[in-house]
């Protein structure tokens, strides 16, 4: 892996009125983590915008953009191709919408913390935006590697087991 990349500039949104959510410096730090793993030279002043969803705007998203007609964990929206969009000195990576009503819910079907599944898929959705998929099983293989080592760079388990694969929803 190369030097760190440029700090990450998060700009937190909530839509949800839900208790106990995950501090802003929290989400900053693992998106720079996504990032540093995916190994991208940023420009200083990058910033991803992540705005925490309730179901119906999920839903919403979703559909619209998706054609699936349900809330998701997470879903991201690449500004375009890496750095492609630039006001000034920074640039737009793009955004996620987060819905923490999915993730509150999975991580106790999982037995995950909430705090682990708030920065997995934050960490998932980051790796959109740097580009990476999931579409094929290469594509998943290199993605979830990527995942996993930014988890474990973080202090927190492997996010994924052997019956389970969230990774389908974004």
């Known amino acids: 892996m190369n030097a760190e990349p440029a700090p990450v500039r998060v700009e937190l949104q909530l839509a949800t009125e839900l208790p106990d959510l995950p501090a802003a410096s929290d989400f900053t730090r693992w998106a720079n983590r996504a990032f540093a793993r995916a190994d991208m030279a940023l420009k200083p002043g990058s910033c991803v915008t992540i705005r925490l969803v309730d179901e119906a ?32 000195d920074e640039a737009e990576l793009g955004d996620l919408a987060i819905c923490a009503a999915v993730v509150m819910r999975e991580a106790r079907e999982q037995s995950k913390t909430v705090t682990a599944h708030f920065a997995h898929m934050t960490i998932h959705g980051c790796l959109h935006l740097a580009g990476f998929d999931h579409m094929d099983d290469i594509q998943a293989a290199e993605m979830e590697s990527l995942e996993e080592q930014a988890m474990a760079d973080l202090g927190f388990p492997a996010p994924y087991g052997h019956d389970e694969d969230d990774s389908s929803n974004a």
Request: no cysteine; glycine share 10%; hydrophobic share 40%.
């Open 57 to 88: 705007e999920s839903q919403t998203l979703n559909g619209t953009f998706r054609h699936v007609h349900k809330p998701t964990n997470v879903l991201a929206f690449p500004v375009g191709p890496m750095n492609a969009a630039v006001a000034g």
